[in-house]
């Protein structure tokens, strides 16, 4: 007598939930065909023209943004060489590259490796500082708060982060940092992921359908409306758009500082 009330309740509360996910597709439905119609992708919304020497020939490397990578990291013991190894192979002239390794690992063996890693890509003349703490405060977000506070951070004019199992490729600082360059008004650049073995295992593959979906439609709209968007970081302003490629996160830290 008291199960049967009870269900009915649950599908009517299941129900309206369905009605409301539906409405909810329905409007981002809407937003992504009118920025289609009306041509408002970011390409087309904003200057995003390369960044090249040819401009100012005398300033040479200098015409390029100094640009600081962050890669924080916990006991990763597979993918540390493929990150920092592909963070140090991006394309963009060496004296304005500036990357960090935050190592928050607990394994000693790990950390011994991480550090030898960073220490042959230094020899190599790439500018890459290894950084560990004391404690692990704040987790992931703490470390990247702690890498920002080094004084030499002052000289770079933009930031990115990118997680250890992230594999950016060598063109990512060429199509993500144009926008923040030419737009004054822009604070984040969030790019798209892919997963490397997407095209191997049916389980990747619908995993990587369902962030296409986050990151095409959700955060698209999110953008064009200008709304709050799901970047679990300090900002909140909300200007994402992806470079459809592969990986993170981008804003100009001088400009949140400003606006905070
Ligand atoms: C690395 O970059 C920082 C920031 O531009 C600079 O202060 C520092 O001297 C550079 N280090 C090396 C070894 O080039």
Redesign the pocket.
Known sequence: PVIVPLLKLAVAVCLLMSVLLFLERLYMAVVIVGVKLLGRRPERRYKCDPICEDDDPELGSAAFP?VLVQIPMFNEREVYQLSIGAVCGLSWPS?RL?VQVLDDSTDPLIKEMVRMECERW?HKGI?I?YQIREDRKGYKAGALKAGMKH???R??EYMVIFDADFQPDPDFLHRTIPYLHHNPEIALVQARWRFVNADECLMTRMQEMSLDYHFKVEQEVSSSVCAFFGFNGEIQSGLPFRCCYSTLVIYPWHLSNKSQ
């Open positions: 100094v004296d500036v230094a500018n500082t004084g030499y951070v000289e770079c």
